[in-house]
């Protein structure tokens, strides 16, 4: 099972895009879905999440937002105010599970699916 990112592109300080990610059920979106980013020459880490509650890594809390429609069977993570920082290759996760464990939102390993990346990259 494959999720198919998409939305990611060339975007200036202080503006906006909005990720998609489709996935092939509504039965993974029913359960937990996350999204993670990997900077060149770092290690892949958080960003956002939802399951029981939504979860956002501190970096981007008030400017991310994750979301899910299961009529469409697609994750959505909203960026607004980026910043250079945020440049990175965007992964979404997901998992037929809904976490009742606070600290497995954050862990990439908790996640059975993903997708391909999608690249954001911010710049002037």
């Known amino acids: 099972v494959q999720l198919q990112a998409s939305g990611g592109g060339l975007v200036q300080p202080g503006g906006s895009l909005r990720l998609s990610c489709a996935a092939p059920?509504?039965?993974?979106?029913?359960?937990?879905t996350a999204w993670f980013r990997q900077a060149p020459g770092k290690e892949r880490e958080f960003v956002a999440a939802t399951g029981r509650g939504s979860y956002y890594a501190e970096s981007v809390k008030g400017r991310f937002t994750i979301s899910t429609d299961n009529a469409k069977n697609t994750v959505y993570l909203q960026m607004n105010s980026l910043k250079p920082e945020d440049t990175a290759v965007y992964y979404c996760?997901?998992?037929?599970?809904?976490?009742?464990?606070?600290?497995?939102?954050?862990?990439?390993?908790?996640?059975?699916?993903w997708g391909q990346g999608t690249q954001v990259t911010v710049s002037s």
């Open positions: 059920s509504n039965t993974i979106t029913r359960g937990t």
């Open positions: 996760a997901a998992d037929d599970r809904t976490f009742n464990t606070r600290s497995f939102y954050f862990q990439a390993k908790q996640y059975f699916y």
